[in-house]
């Protein structure tokens, strides 16, 4: 797998004409895993078109690498066979479980973090890897609500995971704000923890404001708090390629655009510790 850098967005249905048109201002495109393990049809006709034209990421929604459920290989088999008609930068899902009694929930589950559950996790996270003969980046999630087993912040949790698992992160730094004002704590403690050499993406994205909670949505532009942490994160770790999700109430091509220069304008403007050089 190739390495890339810069300024991506995610592929949607919405804009597939636009990228198969003239060359747009991304750098890179990330494609929703699951979209395209299909036999066949316009969506994978769309990806091998748009795919001549910009490289790719993947990104998937049901790795579950939490989950008590045996391993699903033929979910593994799939996403294998997705990696070698791609050829992505990299794979990536996120830190959850995503069902039980192999019934898929369709919701990203936090884990509690404990030392029981990170073993758990990074045995299935070498399975993962073994199988597909990749390392892969796994992302945080945001949370709701926490566990009172917990013996250790969410951020030691993922840092100690990257470690023994061998694997890279995608930092959601959308994420990351969401969970802080959720639970209570200083977003940039969780900037602080992260291994800067393990993280390979940064998710930006938008979020609702219900006042004493916030959820993760992925349908409003990016927010200035977002923005200044984003910032933060590029001063503490380096210039990590970083995309937009949008999920939602997704804006016409050129909209989108517009806010992903203003990232570009972000990174660019921050001068970047020399410890995260």
Avoid at 39 to 65: N, T
Avoid at 105 to 120: F, Q, S, Y
Wanted: aromatic share 8%; with cysteine.
């Amino acid at each position: 797998m190739n390495a890339i850098e810069g300024f991506g967005l995610g592929l949607r249905p919405d804009h597939y004409l636009a990228f198969r048109g003239e060359r747009q201002a991304v750098d890179w495109l990330e494609i929703i895993s699951e979209n395209y393990m299909v036999p066949g049809g316009k969506p994978l006709e769309h990806l091998d078109a748009i795919r001549r034209d910009y490289p790719m990421v993947m990104h998937g929604v049901s790795l579950s690498p939490g989950s008590v459920d045996p391993p699903d290989v033929d979910y593994l088999r799939e996403l294998r066979g997705l990696i070698a008609r791609v050829e992505p930068a990299w794979v990536s899902d996120h830190i959850c479980w995503t069902g039980v009694d192999h019934a898929n929930l369709h919701d990203l589950l936090p884990m509690p973090h404990t030392p029981e559950a990170l073993e758990h996790m990074v045995r299935r996270v070498q399975f993962v890897q073994d199988f597909l003969g990749h390392r892969i980046a796994l992302e945080n999630a945001s949370t709701y609500v926490g566990f009172t087993a917990d013996e250790m912040p969410e951020w030691e949790f993922v840092a100690e995971l990257a470690r023994r698992a061998d694997c890279w992160l995608l930092l959601d730094v959308n994420n990351v704000y969401v969970s802080a004002r959720n639970h209570g704590f200083d977003p940039r403690r969780y900037i602080d923890a992260m291994p800067g050499a393990r993280v390979r993406q940064i998710h930006l994205a938008g979020h609702e404001d219900h006042g004493d909670y916030l959820i993760d949505t992925h349908d409003h532009p990016v927010c200035d708090e977002v923005f200044a942490l984003y910032a933060y994160a590029i001063e503490r770790l380096g210039r990590i390629p970083t995309m937009i999700e949008r999920d939602d109430h997704i804006p016409p091509l050129p909209d989108l655009l517009l806010e992903l220069d203003r990232v570009r304008t972000v990174a660019e403007s921050v001068v970047v510790l020399p410890a995260a050089a």
